[in-house]
C-alpha cells in the first residue's frame, strides 16, 4: 500500500469518527439533552485537531512525492497513486463534505435555540411588571395584589 493511499484511509477514519459525534451532537439537541454538549464539542475539537494534523502529514507526503499542497496537489497525487488511492481520495471528499453540512446544520441549530433563547429573556427582562415579585404582589398594580400572605 502506497504512503499516499494509508493517509488517506487514516482521514477518512477520522472524518467517519467526526460524523459519529456530529449525529450524537444533532440528536442531543434534538432531543433537548443539552448538558451533553460541552462533552461533544470538546470530542469535536480533538478530532478536527487530528484531522487538522492528519491532513499536513498527507499534504508533507504529497510534496516528498513532488506534488504541490493542497487540493489540486492531492487530485495530482491521487490520481498518479492507482485507482485505490483515487478512490479513497474521492471518498474522503465526499465523506469532508457530508461532515461540513452536518457541522453546519447542527450549528444552524444551536444558533436557533440561542435566538429564541435570546427572544424569551428578553421578554422577560422588559416585561417584569407583568408578573408578581418574591413577595407575591403584583407589580403592576400601584397598591398591588397579594397572592401569599406572610
Known sequence: MNTMLLYLHAEKSCVEEFLTVLETEEQAMSNGRFG???SISEQKIQLLDRIAELDRQRE????ALGFEPGAAGADAAA???GEATRQAWTALLELAERARALNLRNGSIV???LDFTQKALHFLQSSVQLFYGP???RKTSSNGTRLAMG
Do not use: S
Open 79 to 81: 490520481a498518479a497513486g
Open 111 to 113: 444558533y436557533t435555540h
Open 60 to 63: 508533507t507526503a504529497q510534496a
Open 36 to 38: 451533553e454538549l460541552a
Open 135 to 137: 413577595d407575591g404582589v
